[in-house]
């Protein structure tokens, strides 16, 4: 696997998370992790 790729699997992986913290659900679990 080049750099590159692993760059990009990182972009990706980094929006997903991005996009999850946006969700209500999200905010309400750490809540309760925490």
Known sequence: ???L???RAKGK???EI???RKT???DAFI???A
Do not use: K
């Open 18 to 20: 991005q996009r999850i």
């Open 13 to 15: 992986c980094f929006d």
């Open 1 to 3: 696997m080049g750099l």
């Open 24 to 26: 209500p659900l999200f």
């Open 5 to 7: 790729e692993v760059e």
């Open 31 to 33: 809540r309760y992790e």
